[in-house]
């Protein structure tokens, strides 16, 4: 299980080039890990993404998505995250090896990487280009966390409608009782799967990484408010200017 992440000042060589130049990058020292189902939630920018992304590439994981024997870095998409990649440090109770790493922006990608190497059987047996985006992205989820290791999930709701998001709460759930090492980091803004129970949130936004609680997280403000006073929400957020 990882249980801190670290950024080593010594290994930065220039704090205002990207990403350490994101406020939330620049601000972390070491990052405590508390839980198998981790959080990392804030607005565009903040720097969520970023992180998880290096965090993937120091573990050994393909930039665009994989494990560390499956792996699509036929493009330099995503180079940018390296100088972080190589300035982290990362402390593990249990380092399995095992896990996958699934990055929705590069999903389409990794789908083409798998039926040019001919592995699609182990992913129901149907090309993932021959399935609808949402239903592609829920058969790789379901065939690649089957064992222990960490998961690092990069924004999968931008492809799972609202059912789908519980369909994978509880894909997350069986996993975590049937794998005691198993372990989810998650990049989202989905109210539905950061209310996953007794995980850590953890902010990037106001320029610093901090815990968060549930009813904390603005995502779980803005729509709470919005499906309980939906005409009062849309009538300030569109009045006409004076």
Not at 116 to 120: A, K, P, R, S, Y
């Given at each position: 299980m990882l249980k801190t992440v670290s950024l080593l000042p010594e290994r930065v060589s220039d704090w205002n080039e990207y990403p350490f130049s994101v406020p939330a990058i620049n601000s972390l020292r070491t990052l405590a890990i508390r839980e198998r189902v981790c959080f990392f939630t804030g607005e565009n920018g903040t720097g969520?993404?970023?992180?998880?992304?290096?965090?993937?590439?120091h573990y050994g994981f393909g930039r665009e998505g994989g494990n560390r024997n499956f792996r699509n870095d036929s493009t330099e998409n995503n180079a940018a995250i390296d100088p972080l990649s190589r300035a982290l440090r990362l402390a593990f109770s249990v380092r399995t090896g095992a896990g996958f790493f699934l990055r929705a922006e590069s999903f389409f990608n990794v789908a083409t990487h798998i039926d040019?190497?001919?592995?699609?059987s182990s992913y129901g047996g149907t090309s993932l280009h021959r399935q609808s985006h949402g239903e592609s992205f829920f058969t790789l989820l379901e065939y690649r966390m089957r064992e222990n290791g960490l998961f690092?999930?990069?924004?999968?709701?931008?492809?799972?409608?609202?059912q789908r998001q519980l369909s994978m709460l509880v894909l997350m759930h069986d996993v975590l009782r049937s794998h005691g090492s198993a372990q989810f980091i998650i990049s989202t803004h989905s109210p539905i799967l950061l209310g996953f129970p007794d995980a850590q949130i953890l902010s990037f936004d106001d320029g610093a990484i901090r815990e968060i609680a549930y009813d904390e997280c603005p995502?779980?403000?803005i729509v709470r408010r919005f499906t309980s006073h939906r005409k009062s929400f849309l009538e300030e957020l569109l009045q006409d200017e004076p």
């Open positions: 969520k993404s970023t992180l998880l992304e290096a965090i993937a590439s040019e190497i001919g592995v699609v690092l999930l990069d924004e999968p709701e931008a492809a799972l409608s609202p995502p779980v403000q």
